[in-house]
């Protein structure tokens, strides 16, 4: 069994994002389980490193006891959203204690224009590859919500062989433990 911490930057209960990780999810391989992070966590205080909020400590324990992790995230103003900022920043503290260290990762991210999150993608790739993670360079993944996915949040039939494709490389890239 392939564990995957799943953190998706979206609040929203429509979102995109969420379906395309829920697409990313159905086409993987049958070996591995995502885990949604519960995102809706308190700002983060630094006041707080030695005394973690309850949703904070879970949030840790999650992303330590999986395989890898996958961020998928929406761009905000040609970066990636807050939400993801603020559970990235709780995940890497305390000093020392950073729960995403070693982790083979991998960034995908859906937006409603042609453009489909490059530049959030490339902004988290800086915030990843400084926090040690061992990221997947290849395929990616800049998916068009408006094309691709249909009223259900279902992936189009023309775009699933393409996140089956994804999902198949970010399994082996886990299982390899990102070498
Ligand atoms: C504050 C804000 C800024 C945005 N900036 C961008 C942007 O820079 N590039 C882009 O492609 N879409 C941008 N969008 C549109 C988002 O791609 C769109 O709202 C998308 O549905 C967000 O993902 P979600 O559905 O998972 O929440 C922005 C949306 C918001 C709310």
Redesign the pocket.
Known sequence: MVKIAVF?????R???????AKNVERLSPEDVEFDYIDMDLPLYNQDLDGDLPSSVTEMKRKVEAADGVLF?T??????F?GVMKNAIDWASRPWGENSFSGKPAAIV?????A???T??QQALRNVALFLDMRLMGQPELYFN?VTGLDENGKVVEGSEDFLRRFAEAFAKHVENNGQ
Request: aromatic share 4%.
């Open positions: 998706v930057g979206s609040l929203r429509e979102s995109v994002n969420k379906s395309l998928v929406p761009e905000y103003n040609r970066s959203s991210g859906a937006s409603m224009g453009l489909g999150t530049q959030a919500a």
